[in-house]
T-cell receptor
């Protein structure tokens, strides 16, 4: 059974700092890995998607990497801002049953202090 | 938000009562999903649908049933709610390689 772990569970940093969020998964047979953002009381918003054949994806100040062989992904946030405060979840897409499915980590709650 | 709405957005009910949550989408997506989110567990898949009247179980399906009689609506039913089903429930659709999520329903079972 695929398991996804995110460390740390919570992180607090001062504004302007570069930071790394970690995600690990137990089974390398994945289609892709995605990073989502969740604001309090809201749904999830997709940030970056890395296909299994890719090593990284970038969007603005965000860069996500994928090392499928070691079962690890990182989300790098450059020059953090208070508006980046949210919970970040990673999820791997696997094949199961009649559809592809996402297995989620429990998230890292990020607070960026002004 | 890929045109996904959930209703109700908040509900408080009592143990043993039936509850139905509705997910509605406007863009004719084939795949729809129901998740629950609990502290320390991330999101866990309850059931999903791959077409009208085509559904399958996810990781935490016990105590839940679903129905999809038309493309745009995916219903999640708790036949007899229990306190362990207090959670936030999210609906999602699949488009290309990612999923888009609704705003969630916060359900409290007393």
């Amino acid at each position: 059974k695929q398991e996804v772990t995110q460390i740390p569970a919570a992180l607090s940093v001062p504004e302007g700092e570069n930071l790394v969020l970690n995600c690990s998964f137990t089974d390398s047979a994945i289609y892709n890995l995605q990073w989502f953002r969740q604001d309090p009381g809201k749904g999830l918003t997709s940030l970056l998607l890395i296909q299994s054949s890719q090593r990284e994806q970038t969007s603005g100040r965000l860069n996500a990497s994928l090392d499928k062989s070691s079962g690890r992904s990182t989300l790098y946030i450059a020059a953090s801002q208070p508006g980046d405060s949210a919970t970040y979840l990673c999820a791997v897409e696997i094949s199961s049953g009649s559809a592809r499915q996402l297995t989620f980590g429990s998230g890292t709650q990020l607070t960026v202090l002004p | 938000d890929a045109g996904i709405t959930q209703s109700p957005r908040h509900k408080v009910t009592e143990t043993g009562t039936p509850v139905t949550l509705r997910c509605h989408q406007t863009e004719n997506h084939r795949y729809m999903y129901w998740y629950r989110q609990d502290p320390g567990h991330g999101l866990r898949l309850i059931h999903y649908s791959y077409g009208v009247k085509d559904t399958d179980k996810g990781e935490v399906s016990d105590g839940y049933s679903v129905s999809r009689s038309k493309t745009e609506d995916f219903l999640l039913t708790l036949e007899s709610a229990t306190s362990s089903q207090t959670s936030v429930y999210f609906c999602a659709i699949s488009e290309r390689y990612t999923q888009y999520f609704g705003p969630g329903t916060r359900l409290t079972v007393l």
